[in-house]
C-alpha cells in the first residue's frame, strides 16, 4: 500500500513523527555523554564523569533499553532482561545526578548528601523489590514498588532542574558584574530546562499509568508527551554541551 493511502497516513505518520522525539533525544544524549566521558578522561574531574553517567545511564541505557524492551513484546525473555538493564541504567544514571546536586551545589551540606545517599540506596532497594515482584515482566505498574521508583527517579531530574535554574540566577547577577562568562552562565540554563523537560515529560507519563492502569505504548497521547518533551530536553543539552559556533558568539555579542 502506498503512502498516500489516508487509512495509512492516519494510523502510521503520527507514530513516525513520535518517533522523531525519541530518536533525537537518544541520539542526542549519546553524543553528549560521550563526549562528557571524554573530557572527564582528560581532565579527571569527577563533576564530568557524574553528568555523563547521568545523560548515558537515563538516556541510552534506561530509555533506550526500555524502548527496545516494549519493542520486544512485555514479558517475553528478551524483554525481562532489557527491561533489567535498563532500570540498572536509569537508577545509576538517576544516582549520579544525587551526588552531582549533593556534592557541587551543596558541597558543604551534610544533610543534603545524606539524602543523595539515602536516594541511592532507595534507588537500589526499588530494583531488588521490583524484581522480586514481577521478575521485570512488565513495562509500567501501579504498586507501592513501582510508584516509589518513578517518585526516586523522576525526583533527580527535577532536583538538579531545580538546583540549576538556581545557580543560573546566581551566576546571571555576577554575569551583570562581568564576573561570569556568558556562555557557562547559559549552560546552567539549558541544563535545567533539559533536566527539567525530561522529569516533566515522565511525570506525566507516570501520572497517566497510574490512573489508568495503561503502559505508555497503551496511550497515545502520553507517547506524543513523552516524544515533545525528548525532543526539548534534546535540544537544550545540545545548546549547553555541543553548543554551535553561531550559538556561542550571539550569547557572548549580547553579554557584550
Known sequence: MEWTDSGLR???????LVW?????FFVVALAVGVRLALLWKRTGEWPELMIATGVLGIGVFGFGLQTAAAVAGEGTL?????????LIGSSVGTAAYYFFNAWVYHPESRGVRGLAIF??????????????????????????????RFLM???GMLWGSGEAFRYWLMMQRRLE????????TNRFLLWSLGAGTAGLGSLIGMIAQLSTGLTMLELPWVMAS???????????????????????????????
Open 10 to 16: 492516519e494510523t502510521y505518520l503520527p507514530m513516525a
Open 20 to 24: 522523531i522525539g525519541f530518536v533525537t
Open 78 to 86: 528478551l524483554s525481562r532482561v532489557l527491561l533489567a538493564l535498563a
Open 119 to 148: 536516594g541511592c540506596a532507595g534507588l537500589a532497594l526499588a530494583f531488588v523489590a521490583t524484581g522480586l515482584d514481577t521478575g521485570f515482566g512488565r513495562l509500567g505498574g501501579t504498586g507501592p514498588i513501582d510508584i516509589t
Open 153 to 155: 527517579l523522576i525526583g
Open 177 to 184: 558584574l562581568g564576573l561570569a562568562d556568558p556562555v557557562v
Open 226 to 256: 513523552s516524544s515533545a518533551h525528548g525532543f526539548v530536553a534534546a535540544i537544550a543539552l545540545w545548546l549547553a554541551f555541543v553548543p554551535p559556533a553561531g550559538y556561542v558568539r550571539y550569547l557572548r555579542a549580547r553579554a557584550a
